[in-house]
């Protein structure tokens, strides 16, 4: 399979502390790609890297076969990322929300209005497209934030914790969704504390801790490399915990 | 720039809809916001009026102090809005949460900034609109200009925001780029302030020759006023420029050439500013905006031990209870660590301070008593409208701010009358703190007596206590959870209510200081007790209203 997203040597530093360690890493077309770790793990920063949102501090990443330093808007072009928290324009309709990230990824209208009234369907967001997203509660914000996200038919996907604020038909509903999109050929990141979400959705999971990837694979790659029958909460914990005390000894 | 008119799309949409949105409120609402806004031009119209009127009547110095005004009135807009485009710009350039989700798509960083220099022109300068056009208007029609004159200073206006504004944004990007270290940038401007300072100082000369007339106390300072005539300076070109244009007269003595060469010459300077704007664009701001997002490793050592000493300071403290001290903890903190907006208020209380450092240079200490008594109320009115800006700014979103955890504290141990006297006594600790050494410093300049000095001082706590009342009454009285943007929640229809009664309140405490040329009790004992009417009152109004609140 073609990677989509390489990490080349990524080494990020805020100062003397140092986020991402020289991380190596691939992530194909269509897969669904998990990254968990404990909070300040090196997550969002490898992610905001991927995005342009951080610069790093050593190596290469690469999008679509696209260097992002040097090619930067042909791999934004790619990409779709949807942030923890995200931004949102308070006073912009669902709609108007689609159509403005439409035009800045330079969609033909109609394309914009047919995947954004296909998109605010799938999201329940039909009914109130012409409302101001000031009225809206957390939960319609994060499928508006997501929709927008979408409307540019992104070939890679980044999502840092995704379900939050979504109602349980919703989370369901978006599951189906991303696997449906990746087996079109969407390449899915994501990033979440919901370990069983990862479990569940994922093809691979990568486990950070202290800007290192520790543990690479499909839950069952890693049930059999940690000899594990266990889920991956409780290996998670083991191989954090394992790695706690490994880094203390040092 | 192939996604500018995306964005300046995006922009008009919001304003539309912001508008469209303004709908939903109540029309007592808008009537109220509306009166007031009408009151206030029509207000400062009048003043400027009878200060030209004022001026005119000066034989034989009228006509020309009319002109000096004008001069000095552009120069002080230069100024003022080359500090508030810097400020600003730091802010939209570098903080703004619309940043990560436009760079994140194909939109480019030049795009980005052309963005936010646009916004920061829009905020640094639609404030100043607002105070320029009743000054254009009441200079137009002394000028016998009529209204042609506020609708010829806006065609010069344009060009001249976009040059003072391009400039403001390249200074503050690049005093980022050479001084990425916050220590280092505060350093070097208490070093460029003490300059400044050391420079004011040293070109005031002796001014005033002869007082017995406002003539002869014109004599000396017209000619001190010519640094507002420098012909480097873009002020001075908008100033010729709309002059020579103004009249039928001056058209006949000046020709529309001179007009219209002042007009190009700002134009084109405005134009020109945007090619280093387009390089810092290009070149720079990508690299600024990603270091500004690489946090340090943390507090430093000194902040640390800083830290903890002022943690203990706190729990040292026997009263108030707890509870109501983790509010105070909180908000001191939260205070100060946004340099970003206080940094703002210390300009314009610093220039208060060098002011009234200056008097005695600018020898009103040796004008009549009469005219000292006028300096020193105006100043100490004028400290008022900084503080009432101080409160509307930092003390009226206070509750706002606590947003969408406020059931948190409907839940705690805390009563919100608790809360209430939390906030109150914050901000009348820095409220007095700010002000009454700048009223103390502005009498003893003007060695104006000590009683009346100790008389204004004191009445100065009471109006700090009122001021600081009503910012947290209406604050509870007009809260907005929704929102954590100080100036959104500021710019709402509590906010406006709260800048009518500040303004209402001071314009009548103006009046009881000017009136009263000799310290009196019972004058002090009755401003004393309206105030603490005027600030209590709001407070309990916005206990009720908490407590009838639901979460």
Request: glycine content about 8%.
């Amino acid at each position: 399979m073609a990677a989509m997203v390489e990490f080349i040597g990524i080494k990020k530093c805020y100062g003397n502390k140092v986020a991402v360690k020289g991380l190596d890493l691939e992530i194909n077309m269509g897969e669904i790609f998990a990254l968990v770790g404990p909070n300040g793990a090196g997550k969002t920063s490898s992610l905001k890297m991927l995005v342009g949102l951080l610069k790093p501090t050593g190596g290469q990443i690469r999008i679509g076969g696209y260097d992002f330093a040097a090619e930067r808007v042909k791999a934004k072009g790619l990409v779709s990322f949807v942030p923890d928290t995200p931004y949102v324009y308070e006073k912009l309709t669902p709609w108007e929300l689609l159509r403005f990230v439409g035009k800045l990824y330079s969609m033909h209208p109609k394309v914009i209005e047919e995947e954004g009234t296909m998109l605010l369907e799938f999201f329940s967001l039909s009914h109130v497209q012409d409302v101001l997203i000031e009225e809206f509660s957390h939960g319609m914000r994060q499928k508006a934030v997501l929709a927008s996200a979408l409307v540019h038919q992104p070939k890679v996907f980044i999502l840092d914790e995704p379900m939050v604020g979504l109602d349980p038909m919703s989370i369901k509903s978006f599951k189906d969704f991303i696997r449906r999109k990746a087996a079109e050929g969407m390449t899915i990141i994501l990033s979440t504390h919901a370990l069983y979400l990862a479990e569940e959705l994922a093809d691979r999971i990568g486990i950070i801790h202290e800007g290192e990837l520790i543990a690479l694979g499909s839950i069952k790659d890693l049930q059999k490399k940690y000899q594990s029958r266990e889920n991956l909460e409780n290996m998670f914990i083991k191989l954090v915990e394992t790695e706690e005390i490994r880094s203390q000894k040092e | 720039m192939d996604h500018l008119g995306t964005l300046a799309g995006l922009k008009v949409t919001l304003i539309t809809n912001a508008f469209r949105s303004l709908k939903k409120r109540s029309r007592f609402e808008f009537m109220v916001l509306a009166v007031f806004f009408v009151a206030a031009a029509a207000g400062l119209y009048f003043f400027f009026h009878f200060s030209f009127r004022f001026f005119r009547a000066q034989e034989p110095f009228g006509p020309i102090l009319i002109d000096e005004t004008f001069y000095l009135f552009t120069f002080s807009l230069f100024v003022m809005l080359l500090i508030s485009s810097s400020v600003s710009s730091y802010t939209s350039l570098f903080r703004s949460r619309e940043i990560p989700l436009l760079a994140s798509t194909p939109v480019e960083w030049n795009e980005i900034y052309f963005l936010k220099l646009a916004e920061s022109l829009w905020y640094s300068s639609w404030a100043f609109l607002f105070v320029a056009l009743p000054f254009v208007t009441a200079y137009g029609i002394h000028k016998g200009a009529g209204l042609f004159f506020p609708v010829l200073c806006f065609a010069f206006f344009i060009p001249f925001v976009v040059l003072t504004g391009s400039l403001g944004t390249l200074l503050s990007t690049l005093i980022i780029w050479f001084l990425p270290n916050r220590r280092r940038r505060r350093l070097a401007l208490a070093l460029a302030v003490t300059f400044i300072v050391f420079l004011f100082v040293r070109a005031q000369p002796s001014l005033i020759k002869e007082q017995g007339s406002i003539a002869g106390i014109m004599s000396g300072y017209l000619p001190h006023l010519s640094f507002a005539k420098n012909p480097a300076l873009p002020s001075c070109w908008a100033s010729r420029g709309i002059l020579s244009l103004a009249t039928a007269e001056s058209r006949a003595l000046m020709g529309w050439q001179d007009g219209l060469f002042y007009f190009s010459l700002l134009l084109s300077n405005a134009l020109f500013f945007l090619i280093p704007s387009y390089s810092v664009a290009t070149q720079l701001y990508s690299k600024i905006y990603l270091r500004f997002q690489d946090h340090g490793s943390g507090e430093t050592a000194r902040r640390i031990k800083l830290r903890k000493g002022f943690e203990r300071a706190i729990d040292g403290l026997k009263w108030p209870p707890r509870p109501v001290m983790a509010f105070l903890e909180k908000d001191l903190k939260t205070f100060a660590r946004d340099p970003a907006e206080w940094s703002q208020l210390i300009i314009f209380f610093g220039l208060l301070l060098l002011y009234f450092m200056n008097l005695r240079n600018l020898e009103f200490h040796v004008l009549q008593t009469f005219w000292k008594n006028v300096v020193f109320v105006l100043n100490t009115i004028g400290t008022y409208i900084v503080l009432s800006s101080f409160n509307m700014r930092f003390v009226f979103p206070m509750i706002s701010l606590e947003g969408s955890r406020f059931w948190i504290i409907d839940l705690s141990p805390v009563r919100f009358s608790d809360l209430l006297l939390e906030k109150l006594a914050l901000g009348i600790t820095i409220s007095t703190l700010l002000t009454l050494p700048l009223i103390f410093l502005s009498g003893w300049m003007l060695k104006i007596p000590m009683s009346r000095i100790l008389f204004t001082a004191g009445l100065g706590f009471f109006v700090c206590f009122a001021l600081t009342g009503m910012s947290v009454g209406f604050g509870a009285i007009f809260p907005n959870f929704k929102s954590d943007n100080p100036n959104e929640i500021i710019s709402g229809f509590g906010g406006s209510l709260l800048l009518v009664v500040h303004l209402t309140y001071l314009a009548v405490i103006g009046l009881f200081l000017m009136l009263t040329s000799d310290p009196h009790a019972l004058i002090f004992v009755t401003v004393a007790m309206g105030s603490i009417l005027a600030g209590v009152y709001p407070i309990k109004l916005g206990r009720a209203a908490l407590k009838k609140m639901e979460f």
